[in-house]
């Protein structure tokens, strides 16, 4: 009898073990509503046992990530609109702020909406006083992509046109989200039919407390990163790599992301706070994490590892408190979120002695983000 009990428990224990591999997480679609324009939009939601996360069509926008705290309360940490046509009228409104999108043809800014390739002088779009940022007005952000659920997510794809905001090339884009083990993973491809520059991310805004409970500067912040690429006053780097040791810049080690915000320091002066690219120590190849922020009320963690050369980090230096009313009707602070936007560095097509962001016919872009999720 006693050796039958133990079989029986062998059993279970296996079966149970062998579950636990196998679990999937599940992936549901459903009607995201339509935009001003009429476009439908579908939203996807992945869920495993530990997190879950939406997404929507419109720009790929991952418009929820609720993820426990420390005693089991769920909350959702990115900021956002409570519905599709939230993100469609920000994005067409001056105070457009890209909350969660795919950020394409090139992320961050291009300095006086120019570059040169291959002798020629392409013009794009001035969305940021003299320059380009994120592809422009009518960038990734602004278009309903195709997609398919997946085995623990969803594939988006969406074709831009050769010309389309200025940038040469048609390029056939690829993004797949997929949650397991509370690890958000975003791998991006891409393959072009003229010679072009491309950098793409994901612009999402995260309070580890909980979108719009109060500010981020509690949070602990680690950045492997030990230079920085300064800027000049439109927020343009200079070209320079320069070191974080002895400057506000320097979060080798954890530090409260407020502890230095308001330092007399120069280049913070320029951004109104953190707007700054880094520079991953290793990053560019193989994958690896680029930052953790730690929030002590909840115990909540964010780690982000990437195959990016830079991640850029920057403070919603720009939200007031007034001046956009995101989900649950809440009015969004200044530095009530933080953004860590995995990138090829600003600018980088006019900056020779930086990574190439150039992308033949013939080759093939690819590029990993990892948001993980745990708890402390």
Request: charged share 20%.
């Amino acid at each position: 009898m006693k050796n039958h009990k133990q079989v029986v428990l062998v059993l279970l224990l296996s079966f149970w073990i062998v579950s636990s591999a196998c679990a999937k997480t599940e992936v549901t679609k459903q009607s995201g509503g339509k935009l001003a324009n009429g476009d439908s939009v579908a939203l996807y939601t992945l869920k495993d046992e530990k997190v879950e996360v939406q997404v929507i069509t419109y720009g790929g926008d991952l418009v929820a990530i609720k993820v426990p705290d420390r005693t089991g309360k769920v909350e959702d940490i990115v900021l956002g609109f409570d519905d599709a046509s939230g993100y469609y009228e920000n994005n067409h409104s001056k105070n457009a702020s890209f909350f969660g999108p795919i950020v394409g043809r090139y992320a961050n800014r291009i300095a006086h909406a120019r570059f040169t390739l291959d002798g020629k002088e392409y013009n794009l779009p001035k969305n940021n006083g003299d320059n380009s940022i994120h592809g422009g007005p009518n960038g990734f952000h602004n278009h309903v992509w195709q997609s398919q659920a997946i085995e623990n997510g969803v594939e988006l794809k969406y074709l831009s046109m050769d010309g389309e905001e200025g940038y040469p090339g048609s390029l056939s884009v690829t993004v797949r989200y997929t949650l397991e083990g509370g690890d958000l993973k975003i791998d991006y491809s891409a393959a072009t039919s003229k010679a072009t520059v491309l950098n793409l991310t994901n612009h999402s805004y995260f309070n580890l407390s909980g979108q719009g409970h109060g500010t981020i500067l509690n949070e602990q912040l680690k950045l492997n990163a030990s230079r920085f690429t300064p800027v000049d006053s439109t927020l343009i780097p200079t070209g320079e790599l320069k070191p974080v040791a002895g400057t506000p810049f320097d979060f080798m080690k954890p530090h409260a992301v407020g502890e230095r915000i308001n330092a007399d320091d120069e280049q913070l002066r320029l951004g109104k706070g953190y707007d700054h690219n880094f520079v991953i120590d290793g990053g560019g190849k193989e994958l690896v994490e680029a930052a953790e922020v730690y929030d002590p009320a909840s115990g909540r963690v964010l780690a982000v590892l990437t195959t990016e050369p830079g991640v850029q980090f920057y403070t919603a230096n720009h939200l007031d408190g007034s001046s956009i009313v995101g989900k649950q009707g809440i009015a969004y602070v200044k530095n009530g979120a933080l953004c860590l936007e995995t990138q090829h560095y600003p600018d980088s097509p006019n900056h020779p002695a930086f990574p190439s962001t150039v992308l033949k016919p013939g080759e093939k872009f690819r590029s990993v983000t990892v948001f993980r999720f745990s708890t402390r």
